[in-house]
């Protein structure tokens, strides 16, 4: 009889272990979506534009129109998460495009990656509802410390692994970013935590778009997986929130069409 209460909580314990691994297993491998009907799905944007669109101005309309169109090719891509944050990535530059050129003559440091928070700031301005903040820290708050803490997608980390002087104190550069990031979120400064957060994106985008990582690997998952979740849950907010603002300034995007 003992044997058997024994044997009976083992295998209760067992089938625990093994629901809890499968439903695990299952959170890691989804990647948030907009449900259908929902305004920030992309075939809702997607039709809010077309209905707008002739009341954009030209940088707007192209941004918008370019954006989208990333962003609904991204909203098939199922399975592949490399290829689903590459899209998504181009979408995003596509929305902000215009800055990127200016970039060379640009005082931010390190090119486009500082005029980031150019765009963000603006765009936050325009965020009354902080639907931004909210997504990023209510759906996303343990991926993104994680991704925070990320030595692999931290580009001080790797300017010192490549031999680059002035940056064996990449310790302590990355303990000083999460500082900052606690003092952003205790001031709710959403631009700025948007700015580290695509600071280290943007490592990531690096690594797919230039050859330094192998497709589908296994040694970046996590990160591919959850930027590619965070990616598509922002950048229908940043859309949302260009067509809802047609007379602020936007920029002429690169590669206007010519005839």
């Not at 797919?208 to 965070?230: E, F, K």
Request: aromatic letters at 12%; charged letters at 25%.
């Amino acid at each position: 009889m003992p044997g058997s209460i024994a044997s009976f909580a083992l295998q209760a314990t067992l089938t625990d272990c093994l629901c809890r691994w499968i439903s695990f297993s299952y959170v890691q491998d989804m990647v948030y979506r907009y449900p259908a009907g929902d305004p920030l799905h992309p075939e809702a944007l997607k039709e809010k534009q077309r209905l707008c669109r002739d009341a954009f101005p030209t940088p707007l309309a192209l941004r918008a129109h370019r954006a989208l169109s990333w962003l609904r090719r991204a909203e098939i891509e199922d399975a592949d998460h490399d290829v689903r944050f590459i899209l998504l990535w181009i979408g995003f530059n596509a929305a902000y495009a215009g800055d990127v050129e200016a970039s060379a003559s640009s005082s931010a440091p390190e090119g486009e990656r500082g005029l980031f928070q150019a765009f963000f700031s603006t765009l936050v301005k325009f965020d009354g509802r902080h639907r931004v903040y909210d997504a990023v820290w209510d759906r996303f708050s343990q991926e993104i410390r994680l991704l925070l803490d990320n030595r692999y997608v931290f580009h001080p980390f790797w300017q010192h692994q490549n031999g680059v002087s002035g940056y064996a104190d990449w310790e302590q550069r990355l303990e000083r970013s999460r500082t900052a990031v606690k003092n952003a979120l205790r001031e709710h400064d959403t631009a700025r935590i948007l700015s580290i957060l695509f600071d280290r994106l943007y490592v990531l985008r690096n690594q797919l778009v230039h050859g330094g990582s192998t497709w589908n690997s296994d040694v970046n998952r996590d990160q591919v997986r959850d930027g590619a979740s965070l990616l598509g849950c922002l950048l229908p907010i940043f859309i949302d929130l260009m067509m809802d603002n047609p007379q602020h300034a936007w920029p002429m995007p690169n590669y206007p069409v010519v005839d």
